[in-house]
């Protein structure tokens, strides 16, 4: 009988720098009087362009949730940021028969060196509240597993 062990934290390697330009598109559909509104302040020069006003109120209402969110990365175990794994460190899991939870709120990244099968035996379950980058390879691999 095979024992595995569950891990939330593997020792890592520290995390690629994010780049303040590093984004994921988002596309909204907004009702035309609210969108003329808008235009309207970007007019006026309260705002640079569309983009900056609704940037700003996302950020108001990330603010104004603050403490909703501390409580509940805390509340689910979440890693708040960026988290990456490598080849190595899936690769020292697997040498150690454990296994992988990863739950982030941010981005979590799997080196593109990683194979479909090294991800399958070290990674269980795969939660993230953001963005996930891995080839589509590992990605389709996991497909079952992401949440």
Do not use: C, W
Not at 37 to 56: P, W
Not at 59 to 85: E, M
């Amino acid at each position: 009988m095979e024992m595995r062990t569950q891990m939330t934290q593997p020792t890592i390697q520290p995390p690629l720098p994010v780049k303040a330009n590093d984004t994921e598109k988002v596309t909204i559909n907004l009702g035309l009087v609210d969108l003329g509104q808008i235009d309207l302040l970007v007019q006026e020069g309260f705002y640079t362009n569309r983009t900056d006003l609704i940037r700003t109120a996302i950020r108001n209402q990330l603010v104004a949730h603050a403490d909703v969110i501390r409580q509940t990365v805390t509340r689910k175990s979440l890693v708040l940021g960026l988290q990456h794994f490598s080849r190595a460190d899936l690769e020292a899991l697997q040498a150690a028969g454990q296994t992988l939870r990863i739950q982030v709120l941010g981005l979590a990244t799997i080196a593109h060196d990683v194979t479909p099968e090294l991800a399958l035996a070290t990674i269980t379950d795969i939660s993230v509240l953001g963005a996930l980058h891995a080839s589509p390879a590992v990605k389709a691999a996991l497909a079952g597993r992401i949440h």
